[in-house]
């Protein structure tokens, strides 16, 4: 599968499943597990690394750890998910041709075959369209965007009207430019769907209601094993317990024998 192949399931009404993924074992899990996409996203400097926040996260990390996660996978090549990386932090703020030699590694030398930028201000507005102009697709990141912590935290978006219209304008902006697909993290259900309707490329969301075109998680929050849940994340299992638990029975057991 290439990017621009995930309009057909946009136009098919079949949802996309996204999972992110950190290294090898996440990586067979998330492809066996039949995830449309994998997402080798920046919160593996949470995840992986034990940063509190994905700013430290460097280019070098995200391309080591997206080979690693593409060696976890068991399928032949033209079975496996689509792979998609994340830029980190300043990787692509520091102008255009520093934005495509860095997305131009990715592409280089991982399988990834898109990368994702957060943001629609008027300097990332010209690096998506040079790096689609370049050959490289692109995927949007708007609502929550956790690159841009030091100045809006975590905090819900699009609750306001200025902050609704904003979200939506810049949706329709990144569609123009060429973007592939929108993630929507952390905004009202509502908007949303409003964005889905309005757009031909598809919607990912996360916090974002079931009305996307698909959905993206987190895969450590999915199976409980972040030390800090978001609220839109429901485990599906207690994984940090359940590992815990089991590794203690062990641990106890061995000390006696
Ligand atoms: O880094 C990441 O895991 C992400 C998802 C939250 C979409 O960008």
Partial sequence: MIPSDLVKYKESGKKIIALTAWDSISGSLTEGAGADIVLVGDSLAMVALGFKTTLPVTLDNMIDHTNAVCRGFQKTIENQPLVICDMPFLSYHCGQDMAVEHAGRIIKETPAKGVKLEGAEPEIQAVISRLIRMGIPV????????????????????ESNLSKEKIKKESLLLQDLGCFSLVLEHIPDLLAKEIRDDLKIPVIGIGAGNLCDGQVRVTADLIGLSEKQPPFCKPVFEGRKIFVDKLKEWVKAERIN
Avoid: D, F
Avoid at 140 to 158: A, D, E, F, I, M
């Fill in 139 to 158: 995927m949007g990141h708007l609502g929550v965007t956790p690159q841009s912590y030091l100045n809006q935290g975590l905090r819900k978006q699009g």
